[in-house]
């Protein structure tokens, strides 16, 4: 109860000064005391005192946090051109501390306001603030120097043949990066800060008269309404704008690719940005669209469908091989041939666990070792996880733990689990092998037909942001097949389909 008082206690005062403006003063003397009492005097926030040479060396005060400015531009773009400066005392006078904007300051984004709590938003942004004695308005110049990675390529979406370069962690350069693709006024930005603590831009990205206008709306009512102390993933936002929290499934999808951030804003998709963070949301998302990669827009079309077949086919192979496998040693001995059969026999005779135990033990190591290759670093992480999976899969034959025919089939399921292109959805196939395996357990392949059903349903009854989970399947749109189990030539998708709705 104590806990909640205190949050409802630190809600009422961050409500209330919100709501409250304080003024400026026109002495730079009590401004100073202002900034100085809210940020506590900290040693990274900087005054800078000088003179402007007209009007009457009038005195000036610049503000701002030397960790996230750049000195050189404070320099060339403020305090030289006001020390320079001749400007007509009149004009001072009639139109305030703007003539400045207008007439002296050379930097691009420059902005007035006597709000002080909205001056401390700015400072926090990375701007200098200029206040001048006598003056009631003080200017906020951009001059943020944020340190950011350089533009390199993708690591988690990697093409053969395609684009280089990948999301930074950066948003005005991700934001470049689109607008180098698509150079259109229809291409629509909208930037909000989210985060109590971390004031986060956020920008929601669509092409107007492409987009779906109820999309669109419902995105910018999700993301309005989210109130949480920090943003510092995109995750952060993905969580609370998904239609359901109950499902394994993603039903929002990511990409650090800007060629597929395009491609998904000329389908009619909405894409959210998050600075600090190379990975964009897309919404809406469909199941399908999780076997489909960049890559195979840019090879021959036979070559596309294919490898697209085959992930398809390897998702059931990382789903349902050891369910499978348990099934027919637990209870269908007969729909296995004679020879196997028996060499199965043979190599289980000294194995003390049943088939499920046994298969769980696998999964479990194989999982184990997979992280650790992960976490650990990259010189060493993948030689451990190879050499590791290798040593104590041969060891534990050899010991009589498991049998050989268990390895194998533990280890084709572990590569068709690489083979699936979106992180989210493998690690989804992951978790529900282990559901699938009880139930091969318990009722042979009667369990393994129950929980396709159940999995199926579930799929049928997902949305994302209104569009069904399953479509182009369920519904039935025609005119989509062009691109969903195979991809057929470019000029085949002439018409649109029907999957978001699209106007154009």
């Not at 704008?241 to 060629?259: A, M, Q």
């Not at 990382?318 to 040693?329: F, G, H, N």
């Not at 088939?355 to 650790?372: G, K, N, P, S």
């Not at 039935?476 to 709705?501: E, I, P």
């Amino acid at each position: 109860m104590g806990f909640l008082k205190k949050r409802a206690v630190f809600k009422k005062t961050k409500s209330q000064t919100s709501h409250s403006q304080i003024k400026l003063s026109p002495s730079l003397k009590e401004n100073r005391e202002i900034f100085e009492r809210h940020f506590d005097y900290q040693e990274d926030l900087i005054y800078r005192m000088f003179y402007m040479k007209q009007p009457d060396n009038r005195k000036c005060m610049l503000i701002f946090m030397k960790d996230i400015t750049n000195q050189e531009w404070i320099s060339q773009q403020i305090m030289q051109p006001l020390k320079e400066c001749e400007i007509d005392p009149i004009w001072l006078k009639k139109e305030g501390i703007t003539s400045l904007e207008e007439f002296v300051l050379t930097s691009g984004n420059v902005s007035a306001t006597d709000d002080v709590t909205m001056l401390f938003d700015e400072l926090l942004s990375g701007n200098a603030i200029l206040l001048i004695q006598d003056e009631t308005s003080a200017l906020s110049i951009s001059v943020g120097e944020w340190a950011s990675r350089a533009i390199e390529e993708p690591t988690t979406q990697t093409v053969v043949r395609g684009p280089r370069e990948g999301f930074t962690e950066k948003l005005s350069t991700n934001k470049a990066l689109l607008r180098k693709r698509i150079r259109t006024n229809k291409l629509k930005i909208e930037t909000f800060k989210l985060g109590e603590m971390t004031q986060t831009n956020v920008s929601l990205v669509f092409i107007q008269d492409l987009a779906d206008e109820e999309i669109v709306n419902e995105a910018r009512r999700r993301i309005q309404k989210i109130h949480i102390a920090g943003i510092l993933e995109s995750n952060n936002i993905e969580e609370l704008i998904e239609d359901t929290k109950w499902t394994p499934f993603p039903l929002v999808s990511n990409t650090e690719r800007p060629d597929v951030a395009a491609a998904a804003l000329l389908e009619g998709k909405v894409i959210v940005m998050v600075d600090g963070t190379p990975f964009v949301l897309m919404v809406p998302v469909v199941f399908m669209q999780f076997f489909q990669t960049a890559e195979d827009y840019y090879s021959s079309v036979f070559v596309g469908s294919l490898t697209r077949l085959l992930r398809y086919l390897s998702m059931f192979i990382a789903l349902l091989a050891p369910s499978i496998y348990v099934a027919l040693t637990t209870f269908h001995q007969e729909m296995i041939p004679s020879q196997l059969l028996t060499n199965i026999a043979a190599q289980r005779e000294g194995v003390p666990f049943p088939a499920f135990i046994e298969a769980l033990l696998m999964e479990v190591t194989f999982e184990i070792l997979r992280e650790a290759g992960i976490r650990m670093p990259k010189a060493v992480g993948q030689a451990v996880s190879v050499v590791g999976a290798i040593v104590i899969g041969q060891a534990a034959v050899e010991a009589g733990f498991v049998s050989a025919a268990m390895v194998i089939v533990v280890s084709a399921t572990a590569i068709a689990s690489f083979v699936l292109p979106s992180y989210n959805m493998a690690n989804t196939i992951r978790l529900l092998r282990f559901f699938i395996m009880g139930l091969a357990a318990s009722f042979g392949f009667f369990g393994i037909t129950l929980g396709l059903f159940l999995l199926i349903v579930h799929l049928c009854s997902l949305r994302s942001f209104g569009v069904s989970y399953m479509a182009p399947i369920a519904p039935f749109y025609g005119q989509d097949q062009k691109d969903t189990f195979v991809r057929l030539r470019h000029t085949s998708f002439s018409f649109k389909g029907k999957l978001l709705r699209k106007k154009n």
